[in-house]
Nanobody, 124 residues
Framework: QVQLVESGGGLVQAGGSLRLSCAASGLTFSNYHMGWFRQAPGKEREFVATIMWSGGTYYADSVKGRFTISRENAKNTVYLQMNSLKPEDTAVYYC??????????????????WGQGTQVTVSS
């Protein structure tokens, strides 16, 4: 059974940093594309970043230059390093996985497996 478990969320001041982790099990991790999404109260879940099995990365414009996605295949783990955090980054952050994409790398519907999420709160 596939499981994705996020960790590393918490409360941080604006300008600070956090590193989120997502540990995967029940799949051949190196063959999966991995993504991070976030959802704030009253808003739809939105794309943050993805990393392909080959190592290529893609970012939402809102986080480009501040966030870095990476993976450590030996540990079946994907990371999201978040720097220069802003109050508008406050959301529940979700890890997701897929073997292949259809129409887009940025849509929720393109991912097959999801974690339960971890809360990130950025104070002003």
């Amino acid at each position: 059974q596939v499981q994705l478990v996020e960790s590393g969320g918490g409360l941080v001041q604006a300008g600070g940093s956090l590193r989120l982790s997502c540990a995967a099990s029940g799949l051949t991790f190196s063959n999966y594309h991995m993504g991070w999404f976030r959802q704030a109260p009253g808003k739809e879940r939105e794309f943050v970043a993805t990393i392909m099995w080959s190592g290529g990365t893609y970012y939402a414009d809102s986080v480009k230059g501040r966030f870095t996605i990476s993976r450590e295949n030996a540990k079946n783990t994907v990371y999201l390093q978040m720097n220069s955090l802003k109050p508008e980054d406050t959301a529940v952050y979700y890890c997701a996985a897929t073997r292949r994409f259809g129409t887009s790398r940025r849509e929720v519907s393109q991912y097959d497996y999801w974690g339960q999420g971890t809360q990130v709160t950025v104070s002003s």
